[in-house]
């Protein structure tokens, strides 16, 4: 068992620290401020390679494997988490999804554009009354002449009012369950699609949506997989997503450490620095403790991915969960240790505090994780099955 970073994963991750200094830290607290979504970064990240890191260099990948991606995802992160959720967009959820599941046609066509982030892309699963209850989506396709006639309202969707392109599930036979839902490659510009915007407590520069589909005819050649693998194919990709939305747990429970420690040795109260107080050291070192924790989960399940454990559910969860719930308390101690001056919006310990939230509720809810896990220690169902 080696616990260092190979040459090549340090080289990867310097330049991405590199970047996301140079080119998100001067501009990620404003962005948040505007509710600005940051096109032009988002296409730097692109030309850098940071979203073919699961992709093989015949699509224009880097190849990089999942330790790769979670290194880069890490450090966008710190700085801001709404621009890491790009990697999940153009790369985990779209095009490695693809990479998996698609035919030759659809990996040539749609693959090198969303790496490039030429196209921006998403993933559209979740309804007004199927969150956690995937299953019970009521968006349908119906067959017709060649084509699947698509409609519904998806809701919660990142990236739904920017992307070009998403992975979309619907049932084509309702009454098969499991085994009727199909996913499809939707082109977001395709008559019939709209989309309107959800105003967010957080992550205000990654947009998030409704789509809405009012008879969208989408070709047969654009169904993912075969009729009736939707479900295959959405849970499938479950594990490779969460683990990059885990890596942004831990990059920005990184940036609140970071800052709570750079208050820390600069605050003064009763004419000495607040980190010399007791009680503020024992606050940054179980905050420091969990970190450490949650990166050592987090590498593992994507070591177990780049090793063949391509069905890592069940460490995937303990990385998931753990990560979303040491942010929030990342989070909270670093607003704890500024004080009044967390509360205000000039400080990103605010933006921190607001953004962390989101990851017990995306990508499965932290209840979601808890129950995957007790369901497998107890015997009644295995998640990696």
Request: hydrophobic residues 40%; negative net charge; charged residues 20%.
């Amino acid at each position: 068992m080696d616990f260092e970073l190979s040459k090549e994963h340090r080289a990867i991750r310097d330049a991405a620290r590199e970047f996301a200094q140079k080119e998100i830290a001067p501009v990620a607290h404003e962005h948040d401020r505007n509710h600005h979504f940051p096109r032009d970064i988002i296409s730097k990240m692109g030309e850098l390679g940071f979203f073919g890191c699961l992709i093989p260099e015949e699509y224009g990948g880097t190849d990089y494997g999942f330790m790769g991606m979670v290194l880069i995802t890490e450090e966008v992160s710190r700085f801001s988490s709404s621009i890491r959720g790009a990697i999940n967009m153009q790369c985990t959820g779209t095009a490695y999804n693809i990479l998996k599941n698609g035919s030759a046609e659809q990996k040539q066509k749609y693959i090198p554009p969303l790496i490039t982030a030429e196209k921006l892309g998403c993933f559209a699963m979740t309804e007004p009354n199927a969150g956690s209850d995937t299953l019970s989506m009521e968006t349908y396709a119906t067959y017709e002449n060649g084509e699947y006639i698509l409609n519904g309202t998806k809701t919660w969707i990142s990236y739904a009012t920017v992307a070009d392109i998403t992975i979309l599930y619907a049932y084509t036979d309702p009454d098969a369950r499991a085994k009727g839902l199909s996913a499809f490659i939707l082109e977001m510009n395709s008559p019939g699609v709209s989309t309107s915007e959800i105003d967010k407590l957080g992550t205000h520069s990654f947009p998030s949506g409704e789509i809405a589909l009012n008879n969208v005819r989408v070709p047969q050649e654009n169904l993912l997989g075969g009729p009736g693998e939707g479900a295959r194919i959405l849970f499938g990709s479950l594990p490779d997503t969460r683990i990059g939305c885990t890596a942004g747990a831990v990059g920005l429970a990184q940036a609140c450490l970071d800052e709570a420690i750079k208050y820390c040795k600069t605050r003064t109260q009763f004419g000495q620095a607040i980190g010399n107080f007791q009680m503020n050291q024992a606050l940054i070192a179980d905050v420091a403790m969990n970190i450490e924790a949650a990166r050592l989960l987090l590498y593992r399940a994507a070591w177990q991915k780049d090793q063949g454990v391509k069905n890592n559910v069940l460490e995937t969860s303990y990385a998931k969960m753990f990560a979303a719930n040491v942010v929030v308390q990342a989070a909270t101690v670093a607003m704890d240790v500024h004080g009044a001056y967390g509360y205000s919006t000039e400080y990103p310990a605010s933006r921190y505090y607001r953004d962390a939230k989101m990851y017990q509720i995306v990508e499965g809810t932290t209840n979601i994780h808890r129950l995957i896990i007790g369901l497998d220690r107890l015997g009644i169902r295995k998640a990696n099955r």
